[in-house]
């Protein structure tokens, strides 16, 4: 199954990640976290954290357009913020096609481990 983002959904993404990208750069300018917070309060109107997050994403997929034509922002934050592993292995699917949402890896991150041998 391929998948579908919309056309809105395109454009949340790509303003989204222009916004990290901004972010990361106001990030390197401010001299500590308390002037970046300021910084990014006052000239976005956003919370640190979620700052913080949408440069994490900006980070992880900028330059990957195979990813991010293919998902939205909200599966961008869950591939973003889960583990190595989990991540590579979404990403792999996503590129060969699959639809994958936020959902799918949310729940593949909270879900134990199988591979674990017995004692």
Same mark, same amino acid.
Do not use: H
């Given at each position: ?13 790509? *303003? ?5 990208? +901004? ?18 309060? &006052? ?6 954290? &979620? ?10 997929? #900028? +330059?990957? &357009? ?20 989990? *991540?590579?292995?979404?990403?792999? &699917?996503?590129?060969? #096609?699959?639809?994958? #949402? ?18």
């Amino acid at each position: 199954m391929e998948n579908r983002v919309t056309e809105v959904e395109q454009v949340v993404v790509e *303003r989204n990640i222009t916004l990290g990208v +901004d972010l990361i750069a106001m990030r390197n300018a401010a001299g500590s976290n308390r002037e970046f917070a300021r910084m990014a309060r &006052r000239t976005f109107d956003i919370d640190p954290a &979620r700052a913080m997050l949408y440069a994490r994403v900006a980070r992880a997929y #900028g +330059d990957r &357009r195979d990813i991010t034509s293919r998902v939205n922002w909200k599966a961008l934050v869950a591939l973003a913020t889960a583990s190595e592993p989990v *991540r590579l292995e979404f990403e792999e &699917r996503i590129v060969r #096609g699959e639809c994958i #949402g936020a959902a799918d890896i949310k729940a593949r991150m909270s879900a134990p481990r199988t591979n674990q041998t017995a004692p």
